[in-house]
């Protein structure tokens, strides 16, 4: 019998719930049909929301190779050790081997002294005067590249502060300047892009609501019928929330499909570009979650667009006013 009571108590939620699925499935398939019915202007939409969506997400792709481009690359942090001229190649090596151990390093690059002189000699073009030495004045040199995770300028300096309390070591170059700088220079990236990002939420929010208030003005008079007959705000509002879900979707994908043209069509000119200085970098996009919140900050911004602008206008619209 309690079976029987459970079943009972269950049966009408599960009807009222298909129910409530069925017609919001209804209502979405036709907000859809009635935005294929005008494609220039539904397009012309998408295309003010794509753009204003994807201006933020470009800004980020920015600021993401810029941090890439930095620790990720080596150079931009690295940190010159010049060890003692009397240490063997090695005792470099294993000076060398245990740095790589250490957690705020991710490369480490032995130069031997016999190596340095070579290069110099190659660049410099006074190898007839390097053959009139007698011995390498260069020393073994290491050139330390910071993890991503150390590469703030208190990081940078405490790093070069254990390295010059190395026995072996002889002397530390590290431009803290210089990472100061990229460091400030990222920060207000990221601000700029927040702020962006920001103020054309809003203008997609903005677009969104007038257009589902001059669509809600195109049927006022249905409108009327619909509240004469009983119909609650909710039920009137229903369809223009799907429509706003469908600006917002439909300009996410579009912003998405901007951001991966934009980076395909950038990458080539980058790579040429690292490669003249001699780096193998290759331009990265948003991650799979930055896509993915693309489409849907666009459909939920016109969700909320076309909610906002809904329910104030509908509060307005009475039967006989």
């Not at 700088?181 to 962006?196: D, E, F, T, V, Y």
Request: with cysteine.
């Amino acid at each position: 019998m309690a079976d029987e009571g459970l079943s009972v108590t269950r049966r009408p939620f599960r009807a009222r719930l298909d129910g409530w699925l069925e017609r919001h499935a209804q209502v979405c398939v036709g907000t859809l049909g009635r935005l294929y019915a005008r494609p220039i202007a539904t397009l012309l939409i998408w295309t003010v929301i794509g753009v204003a969506l994807a201006l933020p997400a470009l800004l980020q792709v920015t600021v993401r190779n810029l941090e890439a481009a930095g620790p990720g690359q080596g150079r931009a942090y690295a940190i010159d050790v010049f060890l003692k001229p009397v240490l063997g190649v090695p005792q470099a090596r294993q000076v060398a081997d245990r740095l790589r151990e250490r957690d705020d390093v991710a490369r480490v690059e032995l130069i031997t002294a016999e190596e340095g002189l070579a290069e110099f000699r190659l660049r410099s073009g006074f190898g007839e005067a390097l053959d009139a030495l007698t011995d390498n004045p260069l020393p073994a040199t290491l050139i330390i590249s910071p993890s991503p995770n150390s590469t703030t300028p208190a990081a940078l300096a405490h790093l070069r502060d254990a390295l010059q309390a190395l026995p072996e070591v002889d002397q530390v170059v590290a431009d803290m300047q210089w990472a100061e700088r990229l460091q400030a220079l990222l920060a207000a990236a990221k601000r700029i892009s927040n702020g962006a990002g920001l103020l054309l939420a809003l203008a997609v929010l903005l677009v969104v609501g007038q257009v589902v208030r001059g669509d809600i003005e195109t049927r006022r008079a249905e409108i009327e019928v619909s509240k004469l007959l009983g119909a609650s705000d909710g039920f009137v509002r229903r369809p223009f929330l799907y429509t706003g879900f469908w600006y917002g979707f439909g300009g996410g994908m579009l912003a998405l499909l901007l951001v991966l043209g934009a980076v395909a069509w950038v990458s080539p000119t980058v790579v040429r570009l690292a490669a003249l200085y001699g780096s193998n970098f290759r331009m990265l996009g948003l991650p799979i979650s930055g896509y993915l919140s693309l489409v849907a900050s666009g459909a939920v911004l016109g969700w909320l667009g076309s909610g906002f602008a809904a329910t104030w206008r509908l509060r307005q619209i009475e039967p006989g006013l």
